[in-house]
Antibody
Framework: QVQLQESGPGLVKPSETLSLTCVVS????????WSWIRQSAGKGLEWIGH???????NYNPSLKSRVTMSVDTSKNQFSLKLRSVTAADTAVYYC???????????????????WGQGTLVTVSS | QSVLTQPPSVSGAPGQRVTISCTGG?????????VHWYQQLPGTAPKLLIF???IRPSGVSDRFSVSKSGTSASLAITGLQAEDEADYYC???????????FGGGTKLTVL
């Protein structure tokens, strides 16, 4: 069974960098795309970006200027860094495995089949 | 403001049928991309609920079904049960992002 576990500071000061790690067990980080998704209190889900071992990461344009994702195959984990945070970045951050497939028309698409439990990050001084 | 639009809430009595809509645009659902649905119980991570072809992951009731037409998709739940109370989210691929978009979520209340 694939399991994902987020870790990182629960409190980050404004203007600093949010750093999270997602450890993967039951699968290899070299085998799939891996994503970060966040959820602000009382709000919906927001895709932050995804990373794959042999490709340039792809980020949500709304966050692209502040985000960096990377994969560490030696530790079977991937990470998220979000710079210059503000209170608006306060959210529960989830890591997730992205499952890709070709649909009935041959279009390449995906869904998220395994999720971490989520970690709350609060931005406050 | 989420890219995909869902009603904030729906409700129904036990045994009834409810539907949750998900409306997108020409860069996602309208472009023909599949829509996936997730169920989020309080305090837990979202869980994949059903595939676009109505195949359900192991353990998911056959009371859940989906459909899609044009720029919208729908999740239907028949024979409502108290355990169905949760938040439901739709998700699709968006060509303008080259990534995922989600709906704002719909809170289902079983009366």
């Amino acid at each position: 069974q694939v399991q994902l576990q987020e870790s990182g500071p629960g409190l980050v000061k404004p203007s600093e960098t949010l750093s999270l790690t997602c450890v993967v067990s039951g699968d290899s980080v070299s085998s799939y795309y891996w994503s970060w998704i966040r959820q602000s209190a009382g709000k919906g889900l927001e895709w932050i970006g995804h990373v794959y071992i042999s490709e340039t990461p792809n980020y949500n344009p709304s966050l692209k200027s502040r985000v960096t994702m990377s994969v560490d195959t030696s530790k079977n984990q991937f990470s998220l860094k979000l710079r210059s945070v503000t209170a608006a970045d306060t959210a529960v951050y989830y890591c997730a495995r992205r499952a890709d497939y070709y649909d009935s028309r041959g279009f390449y698409t995906h869904y998220f089949d395994f999720w971490g439990q989520g970690t709350l990050v609060t931005v406050s001084s | 403001q989420s890219v995909l639009t869902q009603p904030p809430s729906v409700s129904g009595a036990p045994g009834q049928r409810v539907t949750i809509s998900c409306t997108g645009g020409t860069s996602n659902i309208g472009a023909g991309y599949d829509v996936h649905w997730y169920q989020q119980l309080p305090g837990t991570a979202p869980k994949l609920l059903i595939f676009p072809n109505n195949i359900r992951p192991s353990g998911v009731s056959d009371r859940f079904s989906v459909s899609k037409s044009g720029t919208s998709a729908s999740l239907a739940i028949t024979g409502l049960q108290a355990e169905d109370e949760a938040d439901y989210y739709c998700q699709s691929y968006d060509t303008s992002l080259s990534g995922s978009v989600f709906g704002g979520g719909t809170k289902l209340t079983v009366l």
